[in-house]
């Protein structure tokens, strides 16, 4: 975050800068019993606190910062209700028939219960779902989306294909060999989402205690035992939804995936003849770049973009100036506005760019939905979850699950999408034409 003097919360991102006024939630104190006790408020933990509340089951947050304070209240606010890497028909190969068809119709309707949710609460939260656009920088990606749009379009999703003159018109970007466009997807602020959710959730009944860390989670005679500075929770079931976060809650779980650092930009809001011809139906877009290019306006019209790089020293103001610069010669804007936010998230990305739920031991499940479609994925995540709560085996629910599968070597292959980015830069550079 390159502002200074913001007071902590407000330093976190773009969306927790400016969003409206916050309601604090005590830590917990003393000792309390639930059905479900859930570690970390994010959007996995706070829709699975809300579906399972609504069913009557008694659900506590543990949070040991604030509510959003992980890659909830970090992302770039796009609903993407698909796979970042594989398509229906490799999902099928990938999980079986059975399995995969659950887990292709589980993601193919994630964004709109995202945008249902968010109408049933009534969360204000610049919600827009206009659709998602992958526009394809090769001829070999178009080929690929061009098949990706098909496979969801015969299953009835709102999938369309789109040639390169009308990602032109929809993007305002030269270049692209053409495009898809899913039109269930859409846009948000995702602090205020996660704030919305909180409060539905507490309206139904859930209680959401901050400042909370977990420091143990111990087997009782019946249940969990959670531990926390000031307090300790008994619940049957316990959710750990703490992502990439965990930070040595429970280490076996903290090698089943890569910890990625992606980093976000914000510029200054753009004049208004120069933000007419970009985006004109303020779709979110995130194009087929093994270095992906994103971008999206906020309410304010800030550009907002992002990029995974490779880290190193001076990283914090290295990179999130790369992102500007690689963001005004894309988008063609020699006039583009100086950068106003930059901030950062670590994404929990899994072996294959799946969500699964981690079976811990009896009544504990970890659940990890992330990989560039945290949005609807975790949402929907929570709805399952809400089912699992009430008495469903996870074993039954729509999402990959296992016990977890720890990394050999993960101190060291935990940097292999790093070292691989160089070279897909490389290799995105070199397929680029315009
Ligand atoms: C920079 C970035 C951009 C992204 N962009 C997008 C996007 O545009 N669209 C999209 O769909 N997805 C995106 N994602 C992914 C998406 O943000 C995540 O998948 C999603 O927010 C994960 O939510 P979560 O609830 O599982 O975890 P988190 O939001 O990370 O929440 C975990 C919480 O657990 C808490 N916690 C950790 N340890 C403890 C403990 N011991 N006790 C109590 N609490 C604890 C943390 O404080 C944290 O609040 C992005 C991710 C990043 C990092």
Redesign the pocket.
Known sequence: MSRANLPEAQSLSLWHAVARSRRDRPPLEGRLDVDLAI????????STALHAAEKGISVAI???????????????????PNFAKMDPSTILAHLGPERGERLIDFAAASADLVFDLIERHRIDCDAVQNGWIQPAHSAAAFEKVKSRAGQWADRGRPAVTLDSVSVQELTGIRGYVGGWMDRSGGVLD?VAYARGLADAAEKCGARIFEH????AIEQATQGWVLK?PSGSMRAGKVLI???????G?NPVLDRTYFP?????IATAPLPLGIRSRLLPGGQ?V?DTRRNLL?FRFDRENRLIS?GMHVVGAGADTRVPKAIWRRLATHLELPDIPPLEYA??????VEPDFLPRLINVGPGLLA????????????TATGKALGEWANGTDAVDLPLPFAPPSPMSFHNVVRYAPNVLLAWGILRDRLEWTR
């Open positions: 570690v970390g408020a994010g959007f996995t933990g706070l543990l949070e040991a910062e604030i509510i959003a304070w992980g890659a909830t209240g970090r992302n770039a606010g796009f609903v993407v995702p909370s860390r977990v420091t926390t939804a703490t992502n990439a976060y965990g930070a809650l990625l650092r992606i980093f976000q979110g995130g994103t992002g901030w950062s998230g670590i994404a929990a659940g990890f939905a992330c990989n560039g479609r945290g949005i609807a994925m975790t």
